[in-house]
């Protein structure tokens, strides 16, 4: 049986390896790291909508009872950012999340929130890890108790409030917007935040499915037809289109020109718009269109680049005080927000934004300003135990050039990113939630991206 381990954004597995008896024992770390860092008060719970994680939900909560810690136990799957926000709002000594996020159904996955509510950085899993052990339980008179809460309305009031200071109002009654849950955690919690602040609501997928209707909860553009032609088709009355992944920590949006909106560009687009009324500089990861730099550039802001990983986006927005933070995958979070990527709390903010000026004009305008920028990312199978060996053999074979232009210098901050003479990129990196290597490129045309991407294949692919 593999190892427990803690990659991009917790640990995830198939239920092969993601069982009671060592979901405990994570439960059982948590208690001791909190216990030894003399981190008291409540943990919260939280659980995606997965047949599994309720059980699994409650047998953390076990656990952390036994070893005296109170537990405030969700009273259904909520989405992950819920979680963070309650840990901030109510004070607590940290959080668990049952959830894969958007793997496919046979996963399921653990992830700790510390008491800032920003994803743990690897100091604190490292400590985690080298804690697991069977559970241990203090006398019955020490115990902690557990009681269900709703984590919804304190974070939906928040949301709105932080969203109207930045826009200058939440009535969105003028809108009509599509939302696919994907049978995921956002549904009754995302539409329904949407429709308080007035928007009028066409659902999708909003049930739960513990097997997401046999595919995966991510939403990428293969997997939103339905909602893509919800918003496109040239009779329909909506207005904007907004899907989450499994635990909806991120957001995918669709308008009526593009369809799917490029994360990229959302993102470009939400940092433009930010600097309208506000001033700040803006974290992005290195596999983040250089496209939010031009938009920082224009303002006289800067921009932070950090490797793949949310837990690197918060970590750098505490230190810079950043406006905005996010990655290409579709995760941000505000300044003022939890620093965790909180894809509910962006649907109501990209709502308002398509509400003051539709998205694709701004982007249009982004575009003309900038000029166009295509990005795309193609995955190479490498197992996990292997790729630390790949990365090391292809230190030796960076060449000079790619696809016939010149390499200009190379970025390790997460494996290597090569930047072209010509403004392109390419980077290769290790994938931290599956076995696979990723290839990144952007370029100013898809022909030219494609090229990048059959060019960074042929690089790696002799190597695993």
């Given at each position: 049986?593999?190892?427990i381990?803690?990659?991009?954004?917790?640990?995830?597995?198939?239920?092969?390896?993601?069982?009671?008896?060592?979901?405990?024992?994570?439960?059982q770390?948590?208690?001791?790291?909190?216990?030894?860092?003399?981190?008291?008060?409540?943990?919260?719970?939280?659980?995606?909508?997965?047949?599994?994680?309720?059980?699994f939900?409650?047998?953390?909560?076990?656990?952390?009872c036994?070893?005296?810690?109170?537990?405030?136990?969700?009273d259904?799957?909520?989405?992950?950012?819920?979680?963070?926000?309650?840990?901030?709002d109510?004070?607590?000594?940290?959080?668990?999340?049952i959830?894969?996020?958007?793997?496919?159904?046979?996963?399921?996955?653990?992830?700790?929130?510390?008491?800032?509510?920003?994803?743990?950085?690897p100091?604190?899993?490292?400590?985690?890890?080298?804690?697991?052990?069977?559970?241990?339980?203090?006398?019955?008179?020490?115990?902690?108790?557990?009681?269900?809460v709703?984590?919804?309305?304190?974070?939906?009031?928040?949301?709105?409030?932080?969203?109207?200071?930045?826009?200058?109002?939440?009535?969105?009654?003028?809108l009509t917007?599509?939302?696919?849950?994907?049978?995921?955690?956002?549904?009754?919690?995302?539409?329904?935040?949407?429709?308080?602040?007035?928007?009028?609501?066409?659902?999708?997928?909003?049930?739960?499915?513990?097997?997401?209707?046999?595919g995966?909860?991510?939403?990428?553009?293969?997997?939103?037809?339905?909602?893509?032609?919800?918003?496109?088709?040239?009779?329909?009355?909506?207005?904007l289109g907004?899907?989450?992944?499994?635990d909806?920590?991120?957001?995918?949006?669709?308008?009526?020109?593009?369809?799917?909106?490029?994360?990229?560009?959302?993102?470009?687009?939400?940092?433009?718009?930010?600097?309208?009324?506000?001033?700040?500089?803006v974290?992005?990861?290195?596999?983040?269109?250089?496209?939010?730099?031009?938009?920082?550039?224009?303002?006289?802001?800067?921009?932070?680049?950090v490797?793949?990983?949310?837990?690197?986006?918060?970590?750098?927005?505490?230190?810079h005080?950043?406006?905005v933070?996010?990655?290409?995958?579709?995760?941000?979070?505000?300044?003022?927000?939890?620093?965790?990527?909180?894809?509910?709390?962006?649907?109501?903010?990209?709502?308002a934004?398509?509400?003051?000026?539709?998205l694709?004009?701004?982007?249009d305008?982004?575009?003309?300003?900038?000029?166009?920028?295509?990005?795309?990312k193609i995955?190479?199978?490498?197992?996990d135990?292997?790729k630390?060996?790949?990365?090391?053999?292809?230190?030796?074979?960076?060449?000079?050039?790619?696809?016939?232009t010149a390499?200009?210098?190379?970025?390790?901050?997460?494996?290597?990113?090569l930047?072209?003479?010509?403004g392109?990129?390419?980077?290769?990196?290790?994938?931290?939630?599956?076995?696979?290597?990723?290839?990144?490129?952007?370029?100013s045309?898809e022909?030219?991206?494609q090229?990048?991407?059959?060019?960074g294949?042929?690089?790696?692919?002799?190597?695993?």
């Amino acid at each position: 049986m593999e190892t427990i381990s803690f990659g991009t954004d917790g640990w995830r597995a198939t239920l092969e390896e993601f069982t009671a008896p060592r979901v405990r024992m994570v439960g059982q770390a948590v208690a001791t790291y909190l216990t030894d860092e003399g981190i008291a008060g409540p943990v919260a719970i939280g659980y995606d909508a997965r047949e599994t994680s309720r059980g699994f939900a409650e047998e953390l909560s076990r656990v952390l009872c036994a070893n005296g810690f109170d537990v405030l136990l969700a009273d259904r799957d909520r989405p992950t950012p819920l979680v963070a926000y309650a840990i901030v709002d109510r004070d607590l000594a940290g959080g668990l999340v049952i959830t894969a996020s958007h793997n496919p159904p046979e996963y399921n996955g653990v992830k700790f929130i510390p008491e800032d509510g920003a994803p743990a950085l690897p100091a604190v899993t490292d400590a985690i890890a080298e804690r697991l052990a069977e559970p241990e339980a203090l006398p019955d008179d020490e115990h902690g108790t557990a009681r269900e809460v709703d984590f919804a309305e304190p974070h939906a009031d928040a949301a709105l409030e932080l969203v109207e200071s930045i826009t200058g109002t939440t009535d969105l009654s003028e809108l009509t917007v599509a939302y696919d849950a994907m049978h995921g955690s956002g549904r009754d919690t995302t539409d329904a935040l949407l429709e308080r602040a007035g928007a009028s609501l066409e659902r999708s997928r909003c049930e739960r499915d513990p097997e997401f209707g046999g595919g995966s909860p991510e939403p990428a553009a293969e997997n939103l037809g339905y909602l893509i032609a919800a918003v496109t088709d040239d009779e329909s009355d909506v207005d904007l289109g907004i899907a989450n992944d499994g635990d909806a920590d991120r957001i995918a949006v669709v308008t009526p020109e593009r369809g799917y909106l490029d994360e990229n560009l959302f993102f470009a687009a939400l940092y433009d718009y930010l600097l309208e009324t506000e001033s700040g500089s803006v974290v992005r990861t290195v596999s983040t269109t250089y496209l939010i730099d031009q938009v920082a550039e224009a303002h006289g802001e800067t921009v932070h680049e950090v490797p793949v990983g949310f837990k690197w986006v918060a970590e750098a927005m505490g230190e810079h005080d950043a406006l905005v933070g996010g990655e290409e995958s579709g995760g941000f979070t505000v300044r003022g927000h939890v620093r965790e990527k909180d894809g509910v709390l962006m649907a109501l903010l990209a709502s308002a934004m398509h509400a003051a000026e539709p998205l694709d004009e701004r982007v249009d305008r982004l575009l003309s300003e900038h000029g166009t920028v295509v990005q795309d990312k193609i995955s190479v199978a490498c197992p996990d135990d292997e790729k630390a060996r790949v990365l090391s053999d292809l230190e030796a074979e960076i060449p000079d050039d790619v696809a016939g232009t010149a390499v200009e210098g190379v970025n390790t901050a997460d494996g290597f990113k090569l930047q072209l003479a010509d403004g392109s990129w390419l980077l290769i990196r290790p994938s931290g939630t599956e076995p696979v290597l990723r290839v990144y490129a952007e370029a100013s045309d898809e022909d030219r991206v494609q090229e990048l991407l059959e060019a960074g294949e042929e690089l790696v692919a002799p190597l695993v």
